[in-house]
T-cell receptor, first 112, second 115 residues
Framework: DTGVSQNPRHKITKRGQNVTFRCDPISEHNRLYWYRQTLGQGPEFLTYFQNEAQLEKSRLLSDRFSAERPKGSFSTLEIQRTEQGDSAMYLC??????????FGPGTRLLVL | AQTVTQSQPEMSVQEAETVTLSCTYDTSENNYYLFWYKQPPSRQMILVIRQEAYKQQNATENRFSVNFQKAAKSFSLKISDSQLGDTAMYFCAFMKHFGNNDMRFGAGTRLTVKP
């Protein structure tokens, strides 16, 4: 068990560009969550998947954000037309249903 | 909606001493879980301890223990024999037992262990 991994670890982009992040969960976990964490705050829920189905999206997830988990394994989070306000740490977590969530190291995004 | 409040933005403790971090939460749920996560500087978030609301016994993990007061909606973390490696942000989190299980986090407490 290698834990939850995320790539890239850091991303610097210019405003208006698109970015995509990847999360690889713990292999036997059927649930995958995306959170956003801004400096000095706790993580905020964005969306989650059970297997390949995206079951809930937070109101924080504007229409510029899209997430997929095509085969119920890894997931991608794409942000289109990035804005400076999107600068944050994007965290992925995975779990079995109803159990403890384990976090990846995060992708730190800086939008210039 | 569930909310989690950590009223201590920063705390410090001398090495080998004991420190208690506070957390309160608001919910109408009866079945839920509470967690403390630790996030060291520039490192990933790791689970410290977990408490099921239906259990009256307070959870303990080595030097870490909780004081869970369900009626008061309070969930404090006690760290005994503090070590330099305990320096981190500590987040209290709430998760419903049923449903989507998304977690609600407090704003965190920055703990510094001083030599």
């Amino acid at each position: 068990d290698t834990g939850v991994s995320q790539n890239p670890r850091h991303k610097i982009t210019k405003r208006g560009q698109n970015v995509t992040f990847r999360c690889d969960p713990i292999s036997e976990h059927n649930r995958l969550y995306w959170y956003r964490q801004t400096l000095g705050q706790g993580p905020e829920f964005l969306t989650y998947f059970q297997n390949e189905a995206q079951l809930e999206k937070s109101r924080l997830l504007s229409d510029r954000f899209s997430a997929e988990r095509p085969k119920g394994s890894f997931s991608t989070l794409e942000i289109q037309r990035t804005e400076q306000g999107d600068s944050a740490m994007y965290l992925c977590a995975s779990s079995k249903m109803g159990e403890t969530q384990y976090f990846g190291p995060g992708t730190r995004l800086l939008v210039l | 909606a569930q909310t989690v409040t950590q009223s201590q933005p920063e705390m410090s403790v001398q090495e080998a001493e004991t420190v208690t971090l506070s957390c309160t939460y608001d919910t109408s749920e009866n079945n839920y879980y509470l967690f403390w996560y630790k996030q060291p500087p520039s490192r990933q978030m790791i689970l410290v301890i977990r408490q099921e609301a239906y259990k009256q016994q307070n959870a303990t993990e080595n030097r870490f223990s909780v004081n869970f007061q369900k009626a008061a909606k309070s969930f404090s973390l006690k760290i005994s024999d503090s070590q330099l490696g305990d320096t981190a942000m500590y987040f209290c989190a709430f998760m419903k037992h049923f449903g989507n299980n998304d977690m609600r986090f407090g704003a965190g407490t920055r703990l510094t262990v001083k030599p």
